[in-house]
């Protein structure tokens, strides 16, 4: 019995060698395995890269898409993957990758400002915009607040939200070495101007004297003060204010030039004030200021007086618009005592100058060179403010957007 006991006590050390080599051995299957799944990750992960190296997004987003079934954990993958859905205009699968991101409990603080980021900007270009708003809201203060903060500002000017936008921007200007006062000035003049139009007067001088505050001497806080005190039938002082537009920034007068006439016609001043506008044309005898004034000479002073003006303006400022007008007023002359041949001649003269000018004059964004027939402040296509010269031009068409 001691022998068979003692023999069973030599077994043992044989048994735990055995043990031994037998996890070793599946240890360096489990290594196997895993090796040959990184390699098969990084396969289909060189496989997707060069895919899109050789512009082919979609086996490309499938190989990556294998990848991130591999490992679920690869987070980085992850955002890329739901990057480039949304770049593709695939906003859903967007959504859901990112989604996916923002919903795992161990991730980290900043990778899940990341994915809240990202979906805020999925579900913006989407046009959810509610809930573009929530998900961005909840982005901290690290790495992505910047980012998080402009989209939010974008989505804002998108709704017209401009109380919103205000408090946007003064946060991001908060964040960031970069004034945003330009932006704020401009959205309490949308505030104005949308408050004017409902005749909220108190509303309206409110938004203009914080737009004065953020930028002062604002040229477009300016105009709208000054309609503001028309609105008050109180054309002195609006005539007062419009007068420091047209010294400190006179080619925006063209904007208020009608309202100005009618502000000195209540005052029985409209002579002056017509005397003061072409006393402008010496500098800005262009575009609809030109046009403005011409209208107000032949009016008060008649079509002799018009032609006289347009004359001098051709001496120094010769432009398209300004020889049309010419014709159109010395066609007015013919029609009262010229041959009726002068004025076939003109009014040919005439339509073909409208024609031409028609085609040619338009306002200029400086910052991505879109053209359009009317002033913005904000370009309609590259979405900055006061991009647009306030000068219309007559070059060339080109091969641009416009409207």
């Not at 914080?210 to 005190?229: E, K, M, T, V």
């Not at 011409?294 to 400022?317: F, N, P, T, Y």
Request: charged letters at 25%.
């Amino acid at each position: 019995m001691i022998q068979i006991e003692t023999g069973w006590l030599l077994l043992i050390p044989i048994f735990f060698g055995l043990g031994w080599l037998a996890s070793r051995w599946d240890l360096r299957l489990e290594a196997r395995q895993d090796e040959r799944e990184r390699l098969k990750q990084q396969r289909s992960t060189f496989k997707g890269l060069n895919l899109l190296l050789n512009e082919q997004p979609d086996q490309a987003i499938e190989a990556l898409v294998k990848v991130a079934q591999l490992d679920p954990e690869t987070v980085d993958l992850h955002f890329s993957l739901g990057n480039l859905f949304r770049r593709r205009g695939e906003t859903e699968r967007a959504i859901r990758v990112h989604q996916h991101l923002a919903n795992r409990e161990d991730l980290k603080p900043r990778d899940r400002d990341h994915a809240a980021y990202e979906l805020g900007r999925d579900f913006l270009r989407a046009g959810l915009l509610d809930r573009a708003e929530a998900s961005l809201n909840q982005v901290g203060s690290g790495k992505y607040a910047i980012p998080a903060k402009e989209s939010l500002l974008e989505m804002y000017q998108i709704e017209k939200d401009w109380k919103k936008a205000i408090i946007a921007a003064t946060e991001l200007q908060d964040l960031q070495d970069k004034s945003h006062q330009l932006e704020i000035a401009q959205f309490y003049c949308e505030i104005a101007q949308e408050a004017l139009l409902r005749k909220d007067l108190n509303e309206a001088e409110s938004a203009i004297r914080n737009a004065l505050i953020a930028i002062p001497n604002h040229s477009r806080a300016l105009i709208l003060q000054g309609d503001y005190f028309l609105a008050k039938e109180r054309p002195q002082q609006a005539i007062e204010v419009w007068g420091v537009v047209a010294k400190e920034n006179p080619a925006y007068m063209h904007l208020v030039a009608d309202r100005w006439m009618a502000a000195h016609t209540a005052l029985n001043q409209a002579d002056q004030g017509l005397d003061q506008l072409l006393a402008l044309l010496k500098t800005q005898a262009i575009g609809e200021l030109l046009d403005i004034v011409h209208k107000h000479v032949m009016q008060i002073r008649g079509a002799q007086a018009a032609e006289a003006m347009l004359v001098d303006v051709m001496q120094h400022s010769p432009t398209l618009s300004a020889l049309c007008k010419l014709a159109e007023t010395r066609l007015a002359l013919a029609e009262v005592s010229g041959p009726e041949t002068r004025v076939a001649d003109l009014k040919s003269t005439l339509g073909l100058l409208k024609q031409r000018t028609t085609s040619l004059a338009r306002y200029t964004c400086g910052n991505c060179g879109f053209r359009a027939r009317r002033f913005y402040w904000q370009c309609p296509g590259c979405n900055n403010w006061e991009a647009y010269s306030p000068r219309r031009t007559e070059g060339a068409v080109p091969s641009g957007p416009s409207m």
